[in-house]
T-cell receptor, first 114, second 111 residues
Framework: GAVVSQHPSRVICKSGTSVKIECRSL??????MFWYRQFPKQSLMLMAT?????????EQGVEKDKFLINHASLTLSTLTVTSAHPEDSSFYIC??????????FGDGTRLSIL | RKEVEQDPGPFNVPEGATVAFNCTYS??????FFWYRQDCRKEPKLLMS???SGNEDGRFTAQLNRASQYISLLIRDSKLSDSATYLC????????????FGTGTRLLVSP
């Protein structure tokens, strides 16, 4: 099956640090990549959708200047949490899809801001 | 009101039991539905699609009732390895396939 790799899997850093998370589709070209966030005991919430070579579309309530998304190629998207604060601590998961094919999820990144 | 609602559980059942989960969705424009399984601190994994005609895969049966906007998942002969959180997902076609997740129902199968 399709493989999506997400890195790093775990990040612990100080408040004010910017953190970059990578999402790679390893065996297919992903026309669209998605970024989700999941707080404890809550559902996965879509943060933004990105198509290769164009600006990401953010969901309502998600600050685009806070969560920078770059989708420079068909196999790589990055999410940068700028000036992270403790309330940004969460489980961030990416997914990738091609055309109307199902989304394939990465392993997730657990972010802890101290 | 949440777009996809589930009973969070947990459902505690013994091995071999049959257990059913329900899910309701509020957006009648939802086009497709799925059940995902999520283990603790892991990414969600697709379990099965849900159709009005029903979908059976081994011990798992999923059903969709569009009139009632209701989705179900039945697990027969529960195994210890079935312990996980089961996520109900609706898909909206908004130019791309937007997945809307429920909060999940936690299942604990005990020996």
């Amino acid at each position: 099956g399709a493989v999506v790799s997400q890195h790093p899997s775990r990040v612990i850093c100080k408040s004010g640090t910017s953190v970059k998370i990578e999402c790679r589709s390893l065996d297919f070209q992903a026309t669209t990549m998605f970024w989700y966030r999941q707080f404890p005991k809550q559902s996965l919430m879509l943060m933004a959708t990105s198509n290769e070579g164009s600006k990401a579309t953010y969901e309502q309530g998600v600050e685009k200047d806070k969560f920078l998304i770059n989708h420079a190629s068909l196999t790589l998207s990055t999410l940068t949490v700028t000036s992270a604060h403790p309330e940004d601590s969460s489980f961030y998961i990416c997914s990738a899809s091609r055309s109307d094919q199902p989304q394939h999820f990465g392993d997730g990144t657990r972010l802890s801001i101290l | 009101r949440k777009e996809v609602e589930q009973d969070p559980g947990p459902f505690n059942v013994p091995e071999g039991a049959t257990v059913a989960f329900n899910c309701t969705y509020s957006n009648s424009a939802s086009q497709s539905f799925f059940w995902y399984r999520q283990d603790c601190r892991k990414e969600p994994k697709l379990l099965m699609s849900v159709y009005s005609s029903g979908n059976e895969d081994g011990r798992f049966t999923a059903q969709l009732n569009r009139a009632s906007q209701y989705i179900s998942l039945l697990i027969r002969d529960s195994k210890l390895s079935d312990s996980a959180t089961y996520l109900c997902v609706a898909i909206l076609n908004t130019g791309f396939q937007k997945l809307v997740f429920g909060t999940g129902t936690r299942l604990l199968v005990s020996p």
